[in-house]
């Protein structure tokens, strides 16, 4: 009997030993409210200039217009000059997530790029205005800075393995998804972590996180991989110290000018209303600024229709030379309010030729590219297509298109495209390599008579 005792005992023993041990399911709730307060919502502003009609130049005086500003606007002052162009706010919104107590937030590139303004507003409802420290296009991955301190940063996770239960999480508790690390990171180095987890608007720009509610990586709708699995770069490999120690830039310089912050000390010295705007403290001699009759002192308070609260939107005068060759800048000066007319310097007739034969025998005229543009293309080369006529349309090009290369060329400039157009002879191939949208690709056009 005892011996029959024994041998039960002994088979529950091994029967024991050889069933898999099954873990707690992770509380995805409370991983979720945990990671709450340090993730957010990040909104990107664009600022585009509006072309009128000259019957319609006093638009922005007009009393409807101005109810409508405000209703549907961000609680900006009015216009401030009645002629002054009126500018259309585009406005994308994702995620993000606090990484350092010291305001660094980390988001996706394709959320704030060509932005002029970008927002964080935090778990508690504060709004605060982001400064773009770096990013890459090719890992869809930004970092921002914000002017605060002791904020709830997400601890960073030291390792990960396949296998691993990992959780994204959107801003607002919204677009939980959960899944799996499917594949090692050793085997992934260079495509980053592999999940099956599902990343769409609502969760992209957020983290990832391990059921102890540490980052892993960054969510991106946009870094599909092969098998219907979603693609996330390591945050360790994107973050480094000294973004973690970053502080808000206090200078800014284009067009030649430097400006910085307007602070409190300098708003009572300079009599300002309020502590916005950008302070110039040097001018370029014989620069665009220079011509304009921008003086080393001035407060740039608008730019056409819009306030410049602070130095980052300044961000916007090259876009919105682009846009319309003019820009209207009001600054404050000595008392009062200016307005002044920042130009591009007019294209010289060293290449009338060659702008001649491109636009006849290429069928194309080009345009530079703004540094939103070049970002968009991971590029600094290009120029944009700006009008198609003859060979060129008939190959299928189109106009906003960016063309890098002709033959292999590198494009640097409208310049340096219309050099390279006078040295094709007639019937001969010209391999033209554009980007539109997603695609990039080459076009062959024949040089005509």
């Known amino acids: 009997m005892m011996r029959l005792i024994g041998v039960r005992v002994f088979l529950s023993v091994c029967l024991m030993l050889s069933l898999p041990v099954v873990s707690a399911a992770p509380d995805i709730a409370q991983i979720v409210r945990t990671s709450a307060p340090s993730v957010v919502t990040v ?3 664009q600022w585009v200039k509006v072309k009128v009609p000259e019957e319609y130049k006093n638009i922005t005086s007009d009393p409807v217009y101005q109810v409508f500003t405000r209703v549907f606007g961000d609680g900006d002052e009015p216009p401030v000059k009645a002629d002054a162009a009126p500018v259309v706010k585009k406005k994308t919104q994702g995620s993000g997530f606090i990484i350092a107590p010291n305001g660094v937030v980390l988001t996706n590139y394709h959320i704030v790029v060509g932005a002029h303004e970008i927002y964080v507003q935090l778990s508690d409802k504060r709004r605060l205005k982001a400064t773009l420290l770096r ?3 090719k890992r869809d991955m930004a970092v921002l800075k914000v002017a605060a301190g002791s904020l709830p940063a997400l ?19 919204k677009g939980v998804s959960a899944g799996v690390v499917r594949a090692d990171l050793a085997l992934t180095k260079s495509l980053g972590l592999l999940t099956d987890v599902d990343i769409d608007k609502s969760n992209t720009g957020g983290p990832l996180l391990n059921t102890q509610g540490e980052v892993l990586a960054l969510n991106s709708n946009l870094l599909k991989s092969q098998q219907g699995l979603t693609r996330h770069v390591m945050v360790s490999k994107l973050v480094s110290s000294k973004d973690l120690a970053q502080k808000l830039p206090q200078t800014w310089q284009q ?7 307007v602070t409190e000390k300098t708003q009572t010295e300079l009599g300002l209303p309020n502590a916005t705007g950008a302070w110039v403290r040097n001018i370029d001699a014989g620069s665009p600024a220079a011509r304009a009759g921008l003086l080393k002192g001035d407060v740039i308070v608008a ?17 919105f030379l682009s846009q319309g060759d003019e820009v209207e800048v009001t600054v404050w000066r000595g008392g009062d309010r200016r307005e002044l007319r920042m130009s591009i310097p007019k294209a010289t007739n060293a290449f009338d ?17 703004t540094p939103a543009q070049k970002s968009q293309v991971s590029s600094d080369n290009g120029v944009q297509i700006a009008f198609v006529q003859g060979a060129a349309q008939a190959a299928g090009l189109q106009a906003g298109d960016v063309l890098l290369s002709l033959n292999q060329q590198d494009i640097r400039s409208v310049e340096g495209f219309n050099q390279a157009a006078k040295t094709f002879a007639t019937g001969q191939s010209v391999f033209v390599y554009v980007v539109r949208g997603a695609t990039r690709q080459f076009v062959g056009i024949e040089v005509r008579d």
């Open 43 to 45: 909104q990107a502003v």
């Open 135 to 137: 990013s890459d296009s």
């Open 155 to 173: 601890p960073m996770a030291d390792n990960v393995a396949e296998g691993e239960f990992v959780l994204a999480v959107g801003a607002n508790q």
């Open 255 to 261: 067009l030649g000018f430097q400006a910085e912050n």
């Open 303 to 319: 730019l056409e229709s819009q306030r410049v609260i602070d130095v980052s939107d300044l961000s916007a005068l090259r876009d």
């Open 353 to 369: 030729e060659a702008n001649f034969f491109a636009w006849q025998r290429l069928g194309l005229k080009v345009r530079g590219l």
